[in-house]
Each structure stands twice: as structure tokens, then as C-alpha cells.
């Protein structure tokens, strides 16, 4: 079945520092989401990328899709305290079902 | 926020206890989910409904039974479960479960502690 990794599994940086998650799928993608799961709350929505190479920007967030439609980053720039959370990635394959990422925990410390 | 509500928000159930976890949603989705999020495991799909029919069932086992009385309710009755089913369950909801990259909107989940 259709596998979505991400790594890496968990990251620390200090606040201002940059940060970036990486999602790969065993099989290729007709597209990519993104979500945001605070601590002790629930995945939301952030974004949706469709198109072969796109790249996507939300303030300091950064968002990719590999050429091959298998890949997709997600890169925080100068990281804030609010930016603490789990990031998953959910993709959906050729059976039309969106399967999510293993997820990527950022702690962000002053 | 997001229009999708799920109750109880805690449950501590015995091993040989019955009981419900319920979803609402108010956003006129077509179809719904249940996940279980675990501490180890990533989210994990198990159950999905669409225009009330029951499309995908991920080999979950029979003491987790979903019920969909129509497009805005999703049920989950829990029967005999064990230790390990403790998790976080969310409920999430998109327009139309069969289309392509469908958003989902997810519930704040009920964590359940089975003792």
C-alpha cells in the first residue's frame, strides 16, 4: 500500500533558526497537503500543493512538491515559539485516498 | 473552529465496558472519518463514509463499530477494547470523500484511556 515518510521524526532548534521537514511517498502523488497539529490539539489544514514543481509560500513558511510528484518540503524560516508542533504531510495516490505522513515534531526554545 | 465537534473530549473506559464517541459536523460535508492517533504511530485511518455508506474499513478490529445515521453524525461504539487502544480518536470531515485531495477538517478528538 501507499507509504507517505517523513523525517526527520522529531527537531529542536531555537528560536530564529531555520527549519525543514521533508515527505516521501512510495508512490506518486496528485497532490500534497500539509497540516499542523499544536500540542495537545488537532490536525488544521495549512495548504495543498497540485502541481508538478510548485512551490508555495505562507509567511515564513515555505512549501514544495518534487518535480516527480513524490516529494514535498516544508521549510520554516527564523522559527517563532508559535511554530511548535507536529507537521504532517498527507498525500493522495492513484486510489484516491490521503494517506498521512508519520509527522515531524519541532520544538522551538528561546 | 472548525466546525467539527466530538464528544466526550476524555473517556477512561474499562476493559469490559461499552461506550460512544460522537462526531458532529456543521460544515455540510459529504463524508467522514474516524482516525486513532497513538503516541508511536502516525495518524491511522479506519473508517471512512461517504454520503452515509460505508467506504473504507482499514482492518479494524470488531470491538470498534462506526455508525453513520447520516451525513452530519458519526458515531464510534467501543466494546471489550484492551489497554492498547488507548489513544487519541479524531473524527474529520471533507466535502466529498471520493474526490481527489479532498481537505479534511478534523475534530478536537477524544483521548481514551482504557484500564
Known amino acids: 500500500g501507499q507509504q507517505v515518510m517523513q523525517i526527520p521524526q522529531y527537531q529542536h532548534v531555537q528560536e530564529g533558526e531555520d527549519f525543514t521537514t521533508y515527505c516521501n511517498s512510495s508512490?506518486?502523488?496528485?497532490?500534497i497537503q500539509w497540516y499542523k497539529q499544536r500540542p495537545g490539539g488537532h490536525p488544521v489544514f495549512l495548504i495543498q500543493?497540485?502541481?508538478?514543481?510548485e512551490v508555495k509560500k505562507q509567511k515564513r513558511l515555505t512549501f514544495q512538491f518534487g518535480e516527480a510528484k513524490k516529494n514535498s518540503s516544508l521549510h520554516i524560516t527564523a522559527t517563532q515559539t508559535t511554530d511548535v508542533g507536529t507537521y504532517f504531510c498527507a498525500g493522495t495516490g492513484t486510489a484516491s485516498k490521503l494517506t498521512f505522513g508519520t509527522g515531524t515534531r519541532l520544538q522551538v526554545t528561546l | 473552529e472548525t466546525g467539527v465537534t466530538q464528544t466526550p473530549r476524555h473517556l477512561v473506559m474499562g476493559m469490559t465496558n461499552k461506550k460512544s464517541l460522537k462526531c458532529e459536523q456543521h460544515?455540510?460535508?459529504?463524508?467522514m472519518y474516524w482516525y486513532k492517533q497513538s503516541a508511536k504511530k502516525p495518524l491511522e485511518l479506519m473508517f471512512v463514509?461517504?454520503?452515509?455508506?460505508?467506504?473504507e474499513n482499514n482492518s479494524v478490529p470488531s470491538r470498534f463499530s462506526p455508525e453513520c445515521p447520516n451525513s452530519s453524525h458519526l458515531f464510534l461504539h467501543l466494546h471489550t477494547l484492551q489497554p492498547e487502544d488507548s489513544a487519541l480518536y479524531l473524527c474529520?470531515?471533507?466535502?466529498?470523500?471520493?474526490?481527489?485531495?479532498?481537505?479534511?477538517?478534523f475534530g478536537p478528538g477524544t483521548r481514551l484511556l482504557v484500564l
Open positions: 508512490t506518486t502523488l496528485s497532490n
Open positions: 463514509y461517504n454520503f452515509k455508506e460505508q467506504t
Open positions: 460544515l455540510g460535508h459529504n463524508a
Open positions: 474529520a470531515s471533507s466535502q466529498d470523500g471520493a474526490g481527489v485531495g479532498e481537505t479534511q477538517y
Open positions: 500543493l497540485v502541481k508538478s514543481g
